[in-house]
């Protein structure tokens, strides 16, 4: 089957850096578009950026400029560079991949989250 596996969450102060990376597992075959939501506490989740296979980036206003969205499609793994963080990306990060094609079929596919907290 297939899974998404996220590290490199943590505690960090206000304009610190923390990178994040998100891993697909099993007999997969392609992945279309790759991305990464976060759920602040109480709140909806919502986009941060996306990523095609092709390499195109698209990100939320209030991370443009600041957060980095990359993938290695060889290795089926998606990354979050977020730099100049503030105390309003506190959130719950969950990486997510669209378009997955695998030994299963085609699917959506979501990680289990990762926290990011960020002290001011």
């Known amino acids: 089957q297939v899974q998404l596996v996220e590290s490199g969450g943590g505690l960090v102060q206000a304009g610190g850096s923390l990178s994040l990376s998100c891993a697909a597992s099993?007999?997969?075959?392609?992945?279309?578009?790759m991305a990464w939501y976060r759920q602040p506490p109480g709140k909806q989740r919502d986009l941060v950026a996306t990523?095609?296979?092709?390499?195109?980036?698209n990100y939320a206003d209030s991370v443009k400029g600041r957060f980095t969205i990359s993938r290695d499609n060889a290795k089926n793994t998606v990354y979050l560079r977020m730099n100049s963080l503030k105390p309003e990306d506190r959130a719950v990060y969950y990486c997510?991949?669209?378009?997955?094609?695998?030994?299963w079929g085609m699917g959506r596919y979501w990680g289990q989250g990762t926290q990011v907290t960020v002290s001011s």
């Open positions: 997510n991949a669209d378009g997955l094609r695998s030994a």
């Open positions: 990523i095609t296979s092709g390499g195109s980036t």
């Open positions: 099993g007999t997969i075959f392609s992945i279309n578009t």
